[in-house]
T-cell receptor, first 115, second 111 residues
Framework: DSGVTQTPKHLITATGQRVTLRCSPR?????VYWYQQSLDQGLQFLIQ???????AKGNILERFSAQQFPDLHSELNLSSLELGDSALYFC??????????????FGEGSRLTVL | GENVEQHPSTLSVQEGDSAVIKCTYS??????FPWYKQELGKRPQLIID?????GEKKDQRIAVTLNKTAKHFSLHITETQPEDSAVYFC??????????FGGGTRLMVKP
């Protein structure tokens, strides 16, 4: 158990719909990262938050948005869903910025299926 | 920004053989190089990491080597076992920046 909690574990929805994925980082971790992993693909970085502020942005679509709340949990909102958005969405956390303070801890992921 | 390339994308070895996965990076200021293992349907987990002030690091059957001049680093797994079968990701970052991951290598260890 990494200490990073993601909900829901599985989600099936239809095209055009909107979903929210939730992540609670490890206790004490200030950074939260979101990654998208499509079938047999690598880890595509979406966005990072540090202590409530957006710190880095990757290839995140305009239909996607995220935020980190004062209690440090984070939500990833995906709207106007398309078939191609079906993927495993990972949240990860680190104490500071991964690389400076060490390991990135991943949650178990939220598997999104868009029909 | 940083760009990390990883080879090969798939690797099949016989149980007991060694496996080597190589990564190259573009940012000469990168100083942290972790390796993550992702078993099927599971989350990525850190297995070993190395910083730029070290050329090699070993942990039992796994080792990582770093060549800063050539900007590449490698993961070596000796005496492979079926439970080593997984996708392995390399990554690189410079101080204060986020990790950039390679595309992954699917390692299959045949019993």
């Amino acid at each position: 158990d990494s200490g990073v909690t993601q909900t829901p574990k599985h989600l099936i929805t239809a095209t055009g719909q909107r979903v929210t994925l939730r992540c609670s980082p490890r206790s004490g971790d200030l950074s939260v990262y979101w990654y998208q992993q499509s079938l047999d693909q690598g880890l595509q970085f979406l966005i990072q938050y540090y202590n409530g502020e957006e710190r880095a942005k990757g290839n995140i679509l305009e239909r996607f948005s995220a935020q980190q709340f004062p209690d440090l949990h984070s939500e990833l909102n995906l709207s106007s869903l398309e078939l191609g958005d079906s993927a495993l969405y990972f949240c990860a956390s680190s104490v500071g910025v991964a690389g400076v303070t060490g390991e990135l801890f991943f949650g178990e992921g939220s598997r999104l299926t868009v029909l | 920004g940083e760009n990390v390339e990883q080879h090969p994308s798939t690797l099949s070895v016989q149980e007991g053989d060694s496996a080597v996965i190589k990564c190259t990076y573009s940012d000469s200021a990168s100083n942290y190089f972790p390796w993550y293992k992702q078993e099927l349907g599971k989350r990525p987990q850190l297995i070993i990491d190395i910083r730029s002030n070290v050329g090699e690091k070993k942990d039992q059957r796994i080792a990582v080597t770093l060549n800063k001049t050539a900007k590449h680093f490698s993961l070596h797994i000796t005496e492979t076992q079926p439970e080593d079968s997984a996708v392995y990701f390399c990554a690189a970052s410079r101080a204060g920046n986020m990790l950039t991951f390679g595309g992954g290598t699917r390692l299959m260890v045949k019993p």
